[in-house]
C-alpha cells in the first residue's frame, strides 16, 4: 500500500500512524489518541451534550481503530476523515442507546411551542433532501459548519484541510444549497 503523495505533512503522519497501528504497534495508537483526544471529546460534548458520553465516545474510538486499523486505505482518504467517520457511527450507537433508557417527561409548558410543526418539519426535510445532493465535500462542512455549531477553524481542523480550503467549500456549497432549494420551490430565487 503507497501512501498519499498530497495532503499536508501532518495527514501523512496520520496515515502512517494508522498503518503502524494496523500492523500491531501500540505507541501509534497512542500518538493517535494523544492527537486526535481534545478534537473527539468537543464534537463528543456537541454531538451527544454529554461530558460522560463524550469521554465514552474518545474511548470507543480509539478502541475501534486498534480493532479497525486493517480496513484503513490511504488512497480513499485521510486518517482523520476515517477517524472522524467512526466518531459518527459511535455518537450514534451511544445516541440510540441514551434514546432507549427512560427519561422522565416534564409538562410541557403553556408558552412553549407545539412539540410537532409540520410546516417545520416538512422544510427540514427538504433542505436535508437538498443537502444530500450537493458534493460530499460541500454537503459535509455545511453540516459541521451549522448543524454540529463549529467555527471554521474547529472544521479546518477536524477534517485536516486549510482554512481556505473550508471557507470555498462553505462558500459554494451554500450557493448550490441555495439554487436547489429554489429549484425545489422552497426558497425564493432572488435570495
Same mark, same amino acid.
Given at each position: 500500500?503507497?501512501?498519499?503523495?498530497? #495532503?499536508?505533512?501532518?495527514?501523512?503522519?496520520?496515515?502512517?500512524?494508522?498503518?503502524?497501528?494496523?500492523?500491531?504497534?501500540?505507541?501509534?495508537?497512542?500518538?493517535?489518541?494523544?492527537?486526535?483526544?481534545?478534537?473527539?471529546?468537543?464534537? #463528543?460534548?456537541?454531538?451527544?451534550?454529554?461530558?460522560?458520553?463524550?469521554?465514552?465516545?474518545?474511548?470507543?474510538?480509539?478502541?475501534?481503530?486498534?480493532?479497525?486499523?486493517?480496513?484503513?486505505?490511504?488512497?480513499?482518504?485521510? +486518517?482523520?476523515?476515517?477517524?472522524?467517520?467512526? +466518531?459518527?457511527?459511535?455518537?450514534?450507537?451511544?445516541?440510540?442507546?441514551?434514546?432507549?433508557?427512560?427519561?422522565?417527561?416534564?409538562?410541557?409548558?403553556?408558552?412553549?411551542?407545539?412539540?410537532?410543526?409540520?410546516?417545520?418539519?416538512?422544510? #427540514?426535510?427538504?433542505?436535508?433532501?437538498?443537502?444530500?445532493?450537493?458534493?460530499?465535500?460541500?454537503?459535509?462542512?455545511?453540516?459541521?459548519?451549522?448543524?454540529?455549531?463549529?467555527?471554521?477553524?474547529?472544521?479546518?481542523?477536524?477534517?485536516?484541510?486549510?482554512?481556505?480550503?473550508?471557507?470555498?467549500?462553505?462558500?459554494?456549497?451554500?450557493?448550490?444549497?441555495?439554487?436547489?432549494?429554489?429549484?425545489? #420551490?422552497?426558497?425564493?430565487?432572488?435570495?
Amino acid at each position: 500500500m503507497v501512501l498519499r503523495t498530497g #495532503g499536508t505533512a501532518r495527514q501523512r503522519d496520520e496515515d502512517a500512524l494508522v498503518l503502524a497501528v494496523a500492523r500491531g504497534d501500540a505507541d501509534a495508537l497512542r500518538q493517535l489518541y494523544r492527537a486526535f483526544e481534545r478534537p473527539l471529546y468537543t464534537l #463528543g460534548v456537541r454531538w451527544l451534550a454529554d461530558p460522560h458520553l463524550a469521554e465514552e465516545l474518545v474511548q470507543e474510538v480509539t478502541l475501534r481503530i486498534w480493532r479497525r486499523a486493517r480496513n484503513f486505505d490511504p488512497e480513499r482518504g485521510a +486518517a482523520g476523515s476515517w477517524i472522524f467517520g467512526i +466518531a459518527r457511527n459511535v455518537a450514534a450507537d451511544l445516541a440510540r442507546a441514551r434514546a432507549r433508557a427512560p427519561v422522565p417527561l416534564e409538562e410541557p409548558r403553556r408558552d412553549e411551542p407545539a412539540p410537532w410543526d409540520e410546516e417545520t418539519a416538512w422544510e #427540514g426535510w427538504q433542505v436535508a433532501r437538498a443537502l444530500r445532493r450537493l458534493p460530499p465535500a460541500q454537503s459535509e462542512v455545511i453540516t459541521l459548519a451549522y448543524v454540529e455549531q463549529m467555527t471554521q477553524s474547529e472544521i479546518a481542523r477536524t477534517l485536516g484541510i486549510p482554512l481556505g480550503t473550508v471557507k470555498t467549500r462553505l462558500y459554494h456549497g451554500l450557493r448550490r444549497l441555495r439554487d436547489e432549494l429554489a429549484d425545489m #420551490g422552497i426558497l425564493d430565487e432572488r435570495l
